[in-house]
């Protein structure tokens, strides 16, 4: 099972949250970058399949963007 915790800190705040799953669509295989959005989902660029999964505020897998494509380059 993969999963990650992420602490995010700003000024007088942090909060800790765990995201990815064992298998399935929201399993993070090599996460590279992390960014939290202005509607507080959570972006990550997973190296390993070419895509940026989306996560809730509170964790919680809800879709993901791009993929790797067809030919070079």
Known sequence: MIVFSLIFLRSGEERIIQIG???GAGELVFPWIVK???DGRI???DQ???LIKI???QGKF???IG???QGPG
């Open 21 to 23: 799953s064992a298998g």
């Open 43 to 45: 972006y990550v660029y």
């Open 67 to 69: 993929g790797k494509g």
């Open 62 to 64: 809800v879709g993901q």
């Open 36 to 38: 939290e959005g202005p």
């Open 55 to 57: 996560y809730s505020p």
């Open 48 to 50: 390993a399949e070419a």
